[in-house]
């Protein structure tokens, strides 16, 4: 039984988690769920005892303040911080991480060690690569081999942060697997963090995070059950919210109800604390141009770095006014092939058409640059300039005339609803903000192409639902072509197209449409691309 | 033009607003500068002296009482010459004095007496310089009549003051430094701040951004040696300026296009801001060794004479000791303006190569 009681942590001046509460049984698998910066990752670090918190924490009969208190029952707890690989040793083999995790923690090499070892090894599929090192192994194996290593000295307090984020879907099936096992096998209590909703439905309880606490906690069925009365098919009204085919109001309304999912609790929860979020307005463009049907043309583009080949022969077509999602675990290939079309890594085989002319130079590039918007991954722009000063410095890197350029910030500032924010430094400002400042930066020059890599990640699920909107909405408006990565596959839905990669291949290229007509059993597209995933090994 | 200048003023705007850099800047400038200066001494000062006497006579006496502030502290008397080797030993003093039993008498008679001298070579500088002025004191005490007397005429440098000396090389190694620091930051910065894929997204050709880039520093830079120049040398030391103030800036500007084509180098070189330390201490500690601002060029090994014909940093420091303490002009010391100027150019151009592949 671990019971945590009013765990506050700080940093410095910034309050991670406040007051939090929870209670978890031997045997469950208890999930964390919300976005970067909610608090997940502050209060599984208290609970491990490797940051200073205030309240108490009670792992079965002993209690704990501090860092220090919980020195003792250290040998019981199992942490496996988040990032992938992150507690490998690029240069070690499988053996020797496990033979090295095995010995920092004093175990005795006995027959029953040997035992469950290997039934480790066989049950994360890594039995047959005891010998290769931690480098050369695919991200998903990675976070395999970091969770055996995590289990090898038994522990009864499991702590995992996101171990499945950015992990291709058929292993993270499989970590699944191996924490169901383990907690049936040894009746342990497991914390997990994750960002991907889809998971929720193998936890035992939940607890959802928002902005430093937790806002709502239990079965994930019960959860669902608490906002069916807020749920409405698509309809339009005053103060409500309104994504993903569904309405979310406060007040009756005369629509029929809709059947919601986990991610509507974070629509009601903004809702109840009236927070609705503005407004997305596209302006037309300025200088309306001819865009050809084809935008972009891939042909067996490949990028190899030394005997890796990072992409294999990719052919990929972007047509006019499409948004296609690129998606595929870490380590797919996707944010390679995009610094290919970008020009940012050169070619090594293959052809680039972009806006129907055939890309060999430098300067074919530069003749095409004010028409492509790129927007980076983790939303890269300057930290020590404020918003307004990032979006007059790109302004003035386009050349656009001074008075135009603050025409255009202001309306984008308006219409993308952080206009309140342009004299903020971006650290300042939360993920959300950030997104749809940078985006406003990638369109600053009306360009015909955007590359988007990986905006949505680590956003709260009401911040990316409005940059969904807001792609659409630029879609419709500017016609403007929009090529997105993403790793999270439950993101397919809402594009007109998805092309995933696998470990460089291209395995889906299809729109979302024929592939549920194609698997009409799937639930998900989770489920969906599993098959691929499966058929491509 | 315009992206020139937006590049540029947004460099400025952000070593403005890094607290941390503007500190470390500030820093170098003013206060290392002056404990350079202040604090590197070469005069022996506060030297712990100990003795035994076995003589028990008034020469002795004689001998020490010359030993005394600043350069010297009382000494000290041990009873046994193996106390005065314990304390030498434990660094309580740093040279030792024995006057033997019959040190008075055979003064007196063979003029022939002899002190031993023990001295703690680990503190070379001080205790060799200390040596000296004991030779100096045991000398002007007799009276040797010496056929050759040797009459001192101090040119440039009238008072002989090494802090004069020491701040102003010291400006200039800083100036190496900072500006190969400098440059090779406004570079990494972009690559760890992640904004550098962006930068290279641009519209505007490498050839702008790199020049904008490199010539913001070098403002900061030469503002920077207006600082230490102005507050420092000048006004704390009091530094003869016995030159062209500006033929001294045209060698700095020259100068810092050098040390900024190194600091492309290392740019091109690094992903973190800590690889860019890591190699422009592994960089500079040579550069400077070479230049003969620690060690005169003429006393070094003949193999690293040749060497410190290729530290740029020699010809920097060469030119502007000649217009300050020497009043040459720009006509008389043409040969560091051309050896400055040709270095930087060759590590300017390779530097931008390098750094421009990059783009």
Redesign the interface.
Known sequence: MLQVSDVTVRYGKTIAIEDANLEARHGQIVGFIGADGAGKSSLMHAIAGVVRFTGSITYDTFTYRSPKEAEPIKDKIGLMPQGIGLVLYDELSVDEHLDFFSDIRGLRRDAEYHRYRQRLLEMAGLAEFGGRLAKNLSGGMQQKLSLICTLIHRPDLLILDEPTTGVDPLSRKELWEILDDNRRQRNSITLVSTAYMSEASKMDAIHLFDEGHIIARGSAAKLIDSVRPYTYEETTCEGCITFGGRTYSLQALEAKHAEPSLESLFFVNALQKGKIPPPITIAPRENPIDIPPVVMEAKGLTKRFGDFVADDHIDMQLRRGEILGLLGANGAGKTTFI?ML?G?YPIDEGELYLLGKRIRSYEDR?AL??K?G?M???F??????TVL?NLL??A????LPLSKAKKRIDKLAEGLGFAQYLHSFPRELPLGINQRFSLA?AILHEPVVLFLDEPTSGVDTIARAQFWKLLHELKNRWNISILITTHYMSEAEFCDRVVVLKRGKKIVDDTPANLHATYPEAKSFEDIFIHFYKDAR | MRAFWSVFGKEILLFLRSFGLVAVVLYAFTADIYIAGEGIQVKPRHVKVGYVDYSGGYLANKILSHLHAPEFEKPRAFTSVEALHKAIFDKEIIVGLVFGSDFERSSYRSHRAKVDALIDATAAAQSFVTLGYLQNIVLGMSDIIFPVDLRIHKLFNQNADSKIFMSFTEMLSITTLLAVILSAMVFVKEKEEGTWDIMLLMPTNAKTIILAKALSQVLIILGGILLALGFVVLGIFDAPMNGSFWAFMLLSLLYSLTSIGIGFFIAAASRTIMQVAQLTILIMMPLIFLSGAWTPIYAMHPVLQKFSLLSPLRYYIEGSESIFFRGASILDIWPSFVAVALLGFILFVVGYRKIGRLF
């Open positions: 610094k970008l940012l530069i640059k004010n492509i790129y980076s991954q983790k890269a722009l300057y930290k020590d300039l000063e410095y790109f003035n890197m386009h050349q930066v």
